[in-house]
T-cell receptor, first 114, second 110 residues
Framework: EAEVAQSPRYKITEKSQAVAFWCDPI?????LYWYRQILGQGPELLVQ????????DSQLPKDRFSAERLKGVDSTLKIQPAELGDSAMYLC????????????FGPGTRLTVL | GENVEQHPSTLSVQEGDSAVIKCTYS??????FPWYKQELGKGPQLIID?????GEKKDQRIAVTLNKTAKHFSLHITETQPEDSAVYFC?????????FGSGTKLNVKP
């Protein structure tokens, strides 16, 4: 069964450093999502892509976060500079074209900012 | 926007008993309600979902019910097993945006 791939699985960094996360969605999935999940809470959407275009980034802290999906396949989420409050699980999900209500999640990247 | 509330936050049951988790939502335009299971250190896994034109859906030991008038939906797990122990999230979506509940930590005691 196809799965969403994410790397790294764990990342420890110091505040003010730059970090980047990578996501490879299920093949053929046009929609890609990045979520942030703070321990004990549900995921919160950061950005949504349809192919290579951003559909929704209203909750993305654009002063320090950026996301791209240049060829409409894999995607990178970057934080620069990282802050202590960015410690969380970063989840990537993907969905079929025209079926944006069905999302399949990757294993996530656990970020710890010291 | 949508507001999804989930109860209880923790639930402990004996193996073989049933477990029920409830969610309410605020936006009457929401039309799709998935449930996810998240094990420690892993991403959420879709376990069952229901659309607004259906009142109930069942898949083996798992069932979901939806009351659109009251704006609430519930997850029912029967004959619970230790491997059902995890955090369960409900979600509601309308206009292509997901809103997640805060999660229920289910502990099934052997």
């Amino acid at each position: 069964e196809a799965e969403v791939a994410q790397s790294p699985r764990y990342k420890i960094t110091e505040k003010s450093q730059a970090v980047a996360f990578w996501c490879d969605p299920i093949s053929g999935h046009a929609t890609l999502y990045w979520y942030r999940q703070i321990l004990g809470q549900g995921p919160e959407l950061l950005v949504q892509f349809q192919d290579e275009s951003v559909v929704d980034d209203s909750q993305l802290p654009k002063d320090r976060f950026s996301a791209e999906r240049l060829k409409g396949v894999d995607s990178t989420l970057k934080i620069q500079p990282a802050e202590l409050g960015d410690s969380a699980m970063y989840l990537c999900a993907s969905g079929y074209r025209g079926r944006t209500d069905t999302q399949y999640f990757g294993p996530g990247t656990r970020l710890t900012v010291l | 926007g949508e507001n999804v509330e989930q109860h209880p936050s923790t639930l402990s049951v004996q193996e073989g008993d049933s477990a029920v988790i409830k969610c309410t939502y605020s936006d009457s335009a929401s039309n799709y309600f998935p449930w996810y299971k998240q094990e420690l250190g892993k991403g959420p896994q879709l376990i069952i979902d229901i659309r607004s034109n259906v009142g109930e859906k069942k898949d083996q030991r798992i069932a979901v019910t939806l009351n659109k008038t009251a704006k609430h939906f519930s997850l029912h797990i029967t004959e619970t097993q230790p491997e059902d122990s995890a955090v369960y999230f409900c979600a509601a979506t309308g206009f292509n945006k997901f809103y997640f509940g805060s999660g229920t930590k289910l502990n099934v005691k052997p």
